[in-house]
């Protein structure tokens, strides 16, 4: 397995050593990994947190972006960086597990074997931890995005995924693309399995994204999404 891990965090300096930890026990077996943490203009101690972790863990690399810019321009920066072709992501609160990750990777390797097509594998947190409210404001996002869009995907919300490096920078970029991968992909002729992942309560802090700040968003990018499907021409080529 080689696989670059990429972990965009925002104000989560409380997260991150339990975090890395976790990571480098899970990728024990790996023929080789590295960690990315994408440090979105964080104003607490995130970045001396990382500095200091980069002095005893020689796989982990940092990068910082000057201002915050959201969470799909952190992704996109640390899948731009990674060096390996396959990409797992994390979200830095510590909710998502990495102990699945080996076991996502692997069954994308022999899923891919059967469809040359499979570009990811999303994790779908089947039994969440999270409050009553963020669980049904969640669920209503999800039905009505799979609705509109055809994603046939029950959690894009979730930030374990494990995918293809170059398939996915080749995806049109906007803001908040990371919610919309499994509908960027079925329309650039990929294919996308959701898979049964762990999923734990947040240990330190707080959500940095607001239910009504991403339900407002989020209506005016399924809209997007739509006129790009709309748009997608996929030419069969004649050899």
Wanted: overall charge positive; proline content about 4%.
């Amino acid at each position: 397995m080689k696989i670059s891990i990429v972990v965009p965090v925002y104000n989560e300096a409380d997260n991150i050593s339990a975090l890395i930890a976790e990571i480098v026990t899970a990728m024990n077996q790996a023929v080789a990994y590295e960690i990315i943490y994408v440090d979105d203009g964080s104003n607490d101690d995130t970045a001396a947190v990382l500095k200091q972790a980069q002095q005893n863990i020689k796989v982990l690399r940092v990068i910082r972006h000057q201002q915050s810019c959201g969470q799909s321009a952190a992704i996109y920066t640390g899948v731009k960086a990674a060096s390996y072709p396959y990409i797992a992501t994390l979200d830095g609160d510590g909710q998502n597990d990495p102990a699945d990750i080996p076991r996502l990777h692997q069954l994308l390797m022999l899923q891919r074997k059967i469809s040359g097509n499979l570009w990811m594998l999303a994790g779908w947190r089947n039994k969440r931890h999270d409050s009553s409210w963020r669980l049904f404001s969640s669920k209503l996002a999800n039905v009505v995005r799979s609705g509109l869009l055809g994603d046939n995907t029950p959690d894009t919300g979730c930030g374990l995924k494990v995918f293809l490096r170059d398939e996915f920078l080749g995806l049109p970029y906007f803001d908040h693309m990371h919610r919309f991968l499994p509908a960027l992909i079925l329309r650039a002729g990929g294919q996308v399995i959701s898979e049964p992942v762990n999923h734990r309560a947040r240990a330190h802090g707080h959500s940095k994204y607001g239910t009504l700040d991403r339900l407002w968003v989020g209506i005016a990018d399924i809209f997007g999404v739509m006129w790009l499907q709309k748009r997608a021409k996929l030419p069969k080529v004649i050899e």
